[in-house]
């Protein structure tokens, strides 16, 4: 999309007329992710809580999850303001494209608990639980980049106590990312990937 297209919806979202989500998240200027390498494409605001983390509440954790859908899904998923769910990114499959749905100064509603969603950042990966071939070297690779980049940003221990799948948090049924994320593979990434 060229530069003319992207002013053409910048005034036409300013003037308060909806375009299209692709021509949304295209006109958003890269300041609006807060990790340079994701795609702004924000989730509905029905989805998350605005907050000023982390002087609201301290960000503590990165939590893991699978889609349980395509990338595309659960991107519209969190775009539905009827579906009460989100996440702050999205990392897809094939070649670990992200897209960033809630700024992480607010709180996305991913881990089916109050306390930890205060205090987490929500990293969706797309697939299934029980399809390990959507765990791509690419998804894997950029999805420690960017768990890298928040706990480098945070102070956040880079370590299993710290990281934690979606099965870990209390009080919730989902036992995603499932038995064939490399947890092992994970956390040596994220720790050979990040500045610290």
């Given at each position: 999309?060229?530069?003319?297209?992207?002013?053409?919806?910048?005034?036409?979202?300013?003037?308060?007329?909806?375009?299209?989500?692709?021509?949304?998240?295209?006109?958003?200027?890269?300041?609006?992710?807060?990790?340079?390498?994701?795609?702004?494409?924000?989730?509905?605001?029905?989805?998350?809580?605005?907050?000023?983390?982390?002087?609201?509440?301290?960000?503590?954790?990165?939590?893991?999850?699978?889609?349980?859908?395509?990338?595309?899904?659960a991107v519209a998923i969190f775009q539905n303001p009827a579906k009460q769910v989100s996440a702050h990114y999205v990392v897809r499959s094939a070649d670990g494209y992200i897209d960033q749905c809630v700024r992480e100064k607010n709180i996305a509603w991913?881990?089916?608990?109050?306390?930890?969603?205060?205090?987490?950042?929500?990293?969706?990966?797309?697939?299934?639980?029980?399809?390990?071939?959507?765990?791509?070297?690419?998804?894997?690779?950029?999805?420690?980049?960017?768990?890298?980049s928040v706990c480098d940003r945070y102070g956040i221990p880079k370590d299993r106590a710290h990281i934690l799948g979606h099965v870990q948090v209390p009080g919730t049924d989902h036992t995603d990312p499932g038995p064939h994320w490399d947890w092992v593979r994970y956390i040596r990434m994220v720790n050979l990937l990040g500045a610290a």
């Open positions: 999309m060229d530069r003319r297209t992207i002013l053409q919806g910048a005034a036409a979202t300013a003037a308060g007329v909806l375009l299209p989500a692709s021509v949304r998240a295209t006109a958003a200027t890269a300041g609006e992710t807060d990790y340079p390498a994701a795609h702004w494409v924000p989730a509905s605001t029905s989805n998350y809580t605005v907050s000023t983390r982390p002087s609201a509440y301290p960000v503590q954790y990165v939590i893991i999850h699978v889609t349980q859908e395509t990338f595309a899904d991913h881990a089916g608990n109050w306390d930890y969603n205060t205090r987490s950042i929500g990293i969706e990966h797309e697939g299934y639980v029980d399809q390990p071939s959507y765990f791509t070297n690419t998804m894997y690779e950029k999805s420690a980049l960017l768990t890298a």
